[in-house]
């Protein structure tokens, strides 16, 4: 099935919002995340803007693609969109640290070559 149009846009800002969260922490210790608002606040913006994009995407690249947790990726956007009381710091800093840094190769092979 080919890409739909919005996919390439959604998959890059999605790239794009986890080399971000990757360089935010970099360096950075989940103590040092949990202390610092400004940079909370940061990670959690990329990260919300990471599953916007997600949702974004069409349903059938989705579907094609299940090896990427997209209901995940959408359900943690949706907990700091509207479920902002709720948010864990250490769970937050997991995905930062952790899924973050192994979706990044995963959607550079799912963009489309120039």
Do not use: K
Request: net charge negative; proline share 7%.
């Amino acid at each position: 099935m080919p890409l739909e149009p919005r996919d390439p846009a959604a998959l890059w800002d999605m790239l794009q919002a986890c080399r971000n969260v990757v360089a935010f922490i970099e360096g950075r210790t989940e103590a040092e995340y949990t202390c610092d608002l400004l940079l909370r606040s940061a990670v959690e913006r990329q990260v919300e803007i990471i599953g916007e994009a997600a949702r974004r995407l069409s349903e059938g690249f989705r579907q094609e693609h299940p090896e990427i947790p997209w209901a995940g990726i959408i359900g943690q956007r949706n907990v700091l969109s509207h479920r902002y009381d709720t948010i864990e710091n250490h769970r937050i800093w997991q995905v930062a640290a952790e899924d973050v840094r192994h979706l990044i190769p995963q959607l550079e092979a799912l963009l489309p070559q120039p």
